[in-house]
Every structure is written in structure tokens, then in C-alpha cells.
């Protein structure tokens, strides 16, 4: 999601805008800034011929990014290995690679990730910056949909079969945000780009879009970039993140309207079914929902004992988790 470069001064800034009201409206806006795409590749076998789509097509931050801001910060953030994944803001692959490669059946490349680490929803409501100095504007929602639409217009991005379609965004709205967080307002902004996904896909191919998956937001509560902090600004992080899931899980649901075309994807449930059961998602007994890095970079001994890899992005393994409930909302198994 964010970066650690930001988090001092955002993290202060948000502890007192959550712990006053939540639940705001303002006007969404747009800022265009170039994107860098990436692909991921695979080879097809007899095992992947019958996976249920051809490609997939990702937009989010930096839950999702596998290399944007590296390539438009020139490589310099986040910071090279080992601390970070060759510009994976974890210690290994990302939950879109795990999940590309268990679903997908092609051959050729698979991926179009438009994800960059800190993007928001709206950058006019909520800017995300990233950098070793957080002095990069990244591109957001509506930024990573309109290259989106520029390639479909151009003919560099085929969309015409299974296609299927991720949006993750919504926890830098609340992170970043120097006042009461919009709440309403994210989720509107997600459920229009679904409805601006599902427009540019029926241009293309003459029909709506046959899958979307909607990500529901992780408890940001139990994140440990909030461990300097007091119970009341956890409580007040997790009734956050549990109120925009209630929103957004309802507003999918509307707009699918019983079709099955579109589907919310929970995330919060997944550190804990972790903590709980560390063999069952391949983690040694006595993992911790901690962090290997610290804020200052020092790295831990036991990488394999945490799901977080920074305080504010999961570790490899957790997003081998991700991608297996992602997984189950298509109905595959890993």
C-alpha cells in the first residue's frame, strides 16, 4: 500500500482524523501521470490448458504493484534486495503472481498489472506519493484506468475472451488522508471503476465483462506500523477498515445483482486464519504478526516466523495466502 518513507507523517496526521468522524463526501478528480506496464509469464502445460481464464488484468497499489514505482523511481524505491524483491514491496513474489499463474492458461504474456505502490482511489481527494523521499505522485484509480482505456484504443491490449479483472485499492484513502476519510466516497469511486471497466470491456467485445473481483480491504488495525500507537487508534484503524468492507461488500453485491459476474473478495479474516493455523498456509508453528523489517531497515533473523514483510506490507508467504482466497472466489484451488 503506502511506503515506510511516508508513514511518520501520515500516520500522525491520521491518528487524529480517525479518532474524529470517518464517514465524509467529497468530489472525486483525476490527475494524469504516466503508467509502466509489466506482464508475467508462464508456460502452458497440460495442467494449465483448462484454467478458467486467458489473462488477467490488475489495477491497485502496492498490495498488487510487482514493479511499478521501481521503474518510475529509477529503480531506487522500494529499496533493492535483500531488503526488498527486486521493486516488490515484499521479500518474493506478489498474491497476483501466485494467483496468474493458478488461474490463467496461456502461454503468451498473462498479466497487465496497472498497480503502483501508494495509488488512492482519487488523487485530488486523497494524493499518494511515493519514493525514498515520498516526493513521487503516483498514478490512481482513474489514472491506471484511462492508460487502461489508451491501450484498448491503440489495440496494444486484447481483452476479447476470459478476461479477468482485479480492483484493490481503498487503505491509502485511509492512511494518507490529512482529514475524515471519505468513506462512502472511496467505495463510490471503486464501484464506478467497475462500471467504467465493464463500459471500455462491452466496446471492445460487444459484451459486459466476465469477471471482476473486488478486494475488500485487510484489518489495518493490526498492522504493526500502528504498534507505537495507543488501543484506541488500533480500534479506531480496524472499525475503519471493517465499516468500508461492510460498504463495499454491499455496493458489489447491488451492482452484480445476482449475475456472478462481479465478487468481493474478503482480505481481514486472512492474518488471523494464519496466526492461527501457520502449517495450514505453509508457515512454521509460532509465526508472528509482525514484521521482518523494521521502520529503520534492520532485518530480521527468521524472515519465515512473520507476515509481514515491512510494517505495512505483508510477506511473501502471506500473499501466497491472499492469492489462495482469491483463488476460491473463481473456484480454483492451490
Partial sequence: MNTLAMAPKTTLLLVAAVLSTILLATTPAAIATPVVLHHAEHEQTATTADRPFDRVIA??????????????SQHTWPLPPPLYDNGRFSNGPMWIEYFTRAVVSESASVLRNYAYGSATTDNA????????????LVPDLNDQLRTFKQELEQGALAVQGRTLYIVWFGGNDIIFSKTQVPLNTV?????RAVQTIDALHTAVTGTPAPRILVFGMRNLGEAPFLAPYPAAVHEAFQTASENFNAILSKRVQEYDAGQGRVTFVPTAQIMPAILASPATYGFPSGTQGTSCLSAEFEMCKDPEMHVYWDTFHPATGTHRAIAQEAAKAVGVEM
Avoid: A, H
Avoid at 187 to 191: A, C, E, T
Fill in 125 to 136: 481527494l486523497v494524493p499518494g506519493y511515493t519514493g525514498l523521499k515520498g516526493e513521487l
Fill in 59 to 72: 489495477f491497485g497499489d502496492s498490495l498488487t504493484d510487482t514493479s511499478n514505482v521501481w521503474e518510475l
Fill in 187 to 191: 467505495v463510490s469511486n471503486l464501484i
